[in-house]
């Protein structure tokens, strides 16, 4: 059986995205910031997957998770 993070992989693939590496880690708030557009942000894989939306300089979610470092990104296929 695949992992979490395959599955994920795999349905955002099928769904049009592409992942995208940034070329130093940031936060959450940082990628916010800089970012305007929809995106989908993994914050953690493993058992219990984590992935939250930034979308026009927002984060769309009521967790604190502003400050936790990224490393990639999914984005919409152009």
Known sequence: MPDSSQVI???L???GFVRRKLPAPMT???FADS???C???PLRWGSN???TCVKDNKTHDDRSQEFRPIKAY???KK
Do not use: F, V
């Open 35 to 37: 970012h305007n557009g």
């Open 28 to 30: 959450l708030a940082e």
């Open 49 to 51: 997957p984590d992935l």
């Open 39 to 41: 995106y989908l942000i």
């Open 9 to 11: 992989r795999q349905y």
């Open 74 to 76: 999914y984005e919409r």
């Open 13 to 15: 693939k099928e769904k």
